[in-house]
């Protein structure tokens, strides 16, 4: 089923180029939506129904919230979760469809890597999905607005706090090189006292605690890392400096992405330290989905050829690495539209 839906959006991306069908893109993205809004059997779905009766000393506050609104309203199971989830991820995709015209190789990329694990990781599709639309404010120039929904992203999943802070770097520091060495410099600070902070802070946070790792990742450092470092570097190349000739909104845009791309340097040192780190390189991958499918109508054919070969190739890699452990056709098939 995996790759059946993977063949099925690349003939609807092909459809929506061949005839300019702007409704088959929004078709592609509903038709993705269902696997996730009606899915009843992943590594998490029981645990969520758990979560669902008893959200307390384990949900953060966001996701509590929901569920007692939910139950207000009388809903009785956590399919409703599922379902606003679902409706949520429709709206934000939308809302980029608009800013992005090249949105169906986005959701193409998405199918790929890494919509399975947003289908299981739910709390964490919340953040995501906050995330990305704090960024669609940034762009417009509404900055508290931005902060407001990654914060609330944050009351999901405690890694939303990475993008605070990711954002507020972003924000505070308006030149270049003094952005850029502040993540060079806070990587180097982080790896050298990272260790005594989780030793002093972790008793006090026992929440955290439970992402972290007995034992230094340093295999997780040199997967994610090493991607980071490729995309910086084929971007750089055949994005940005292929794009000085834009307007300076367009330019502008592309840089915000950009950078927010770039603040994953300052948060390599968590990779060897803290299990579930890699989240946060994780969620990066739509967010670069994004930045390439908004700068390919403005760079050469060369550089798309080369963009979208390197693309699909981080995600299909990623995507091989994670199947080693799940099932992505059966989880995809655990779906009531199939009963």
């Known amino acids: 089923m995996y790759i059946l839906l993977i063949i099925l959006l690349l003939i609807f991306a092909i459809i929506e180029k061949k005839f300019k069908s702007k409704a088959i893109g929004y078709i592609s993205i509903i038709f993705l939506v269902l696997f996730l809004m009606f899915n009843r059997g992943n590594p998490d779905y029981e645990n969520y129904k758990i979560i669902f009766e008893q959200p307390y000393g384990y949900a953060e506050s966001g996701y509590i919230f929901l569920i007692n609104i939910i139950k207000a309203l ?11 989830l679902g409706l949520f991820l429709t709206f934000t995709l939308f ?21 399975v694990l947003d289908v299981i990781q739910i709390r964490n599709t919340f953040m995501i999905l ?3 639309n704090a960024i669609i404010e940034l762009l417009k120039g509404n900055k508290a607005k931005c902060m407001f929904l990654l914060f609330l992203g944050s009351q999901f999943h405690v ?58 990742k340093e295999q997780s450092l040199l997967i994610w890392g090493l991607i980071l470092a490729l995309d910086l570097i084929i971007f750089n190349f055949f994005i940005i400096k292929q794009t000085t000739d834009l307007t300076i909104n367009k330019r502008k845009e592309l840089h ?67 199947s080693r452990t799940l099932d992505f056709s059966n989880i995809l098939m655990q779906n009531s539209l199939f009963d």
């Open 74 to 84: 009388g809903g009785q199971s956590h399919n409703f979760i599922l379902i606003i």
């Open 95 to 115: 809302r980029w469809k608009k800013l992005v015209n090249k949105l169906n190789i986005v959701v193409v990329l998405y199918a790929i890597f890494p919509f």
């Open 130 to 132: 906050f995330v990305l």
């Open 159 to 216: 890694f939303g706090y990475l993008f605070m802070l990711a954002f507020g770097i972003i924000i505070l520091i308006k030149d270049k090189k003094t952005f850029y060495h502040l993540l060079i410099i806070g990587n180097i600070f982080l790896f050298i006292i990272l260790p005594m902070i989780l030793e002093l802070f972790l008793p006090l946070f026992p929440k955290i605690a439970n992402y972290v790792t007995t034992s230094n």
């Open 256 to 322: 915000i992405l950009h950078d927010i791309i770039y603040t994953g340097v300052i948060f390599y040192p968590g990779l060897i330290y803290i299990n579930e780190f890699s989240r946060f390189f994780r969620s990066m991958f739509i967010i670069k989905y994004l930045f390439i499918a908004m700068a390919l109508p403005h760079v050469n054919k060369k550089s798309r050829v080369i963009l979208l070969l390197y693309i699909f190739s981080t995600a299909i890699l990623l995507a091989a690495l994670y």
